[in-house]
């Protein structure tokens, strides 16, 4: 089974489960979009559904890091990231303050400086998230965010045009989302 499948699958279940916990309480669904993939030439797709103070976030991005924050002599880093995280809000109609965790996994692409060769490796990530949601309007929303990624399996080092990359045990990474919620 694909590793895209098994995805939707555990987002699909553990929904399924959460909402039949309370079925009294208003239970809200969004999207959301983030700037950073599209700076970088590529995309983002966010859904999540939430209810009281809690939601739970399925997310797909296509990103490419730029090169200085890459390793001297590699180019070309590309990120395919699927995300399962969860976020706890401070106050109520997610506004305000939040801070999130989940798992993570990138699907990436390097290259080396002469681009000869492009060499591939997977990494599954523990991610740490905070982020404050700003209300435009009664279901609109913007929010900055920033969050820590620690690397927690996956390749340890790929090895292109006779070099060896070693992907990093910390990733941070900030942005801003636009959201939509009903």
Request: glycine content about 10%; proline content about 3%.
């Amino acid at each position: 089974m694909r590793k895209s499948s098994v995805f939707a699958l555990l987002v699909l279940f553990a929904t399924i489960a959460w909402a039949q916990q309370t079925p009294h309480k208003k239970i809200s669904v969004g999207v959301e979009q983030d700037v950073l993939p599209y700076v970088t030439g590529r995309y983002f797709a966010g859904a999540w559904i939430g209810r009281d103070h809690i939601r739970i976030r399925a997310i797909t991005a296509k990103v490419h890091k730029p090169d200085f924050i890459i390793k001297d002599g590699f180019t070309n880093n590309k990120v395919k990231a699927y995300a399962f995280l969860a976020d706890y809000f401070l106050k109520s109609n997610w506004k305000g303050w939040w801070a999130g965790t989940g798992l993570v996994y990138w699907k990436n692409s390097i290259q080396t400086n002469a681009r000869l060769n492009t060499g591939y490796y997977d990494t599954w990530l523990f991610n740490g998230s905070i982020g404050y949601n700003f209300k435009l309007g009664q279901h609109f929303y913007i929010g900055p965010w920033s969050g820590l990624h620690f690397k927690i399996g996956g390749d340890k080092h790929v090895i292109v045009d006779g070099k060896t990359f070693m992907p990093p045990f910390v990733n941070s990474e900030a942005s801003v989302k636009f959201g939509a919620y009903f």
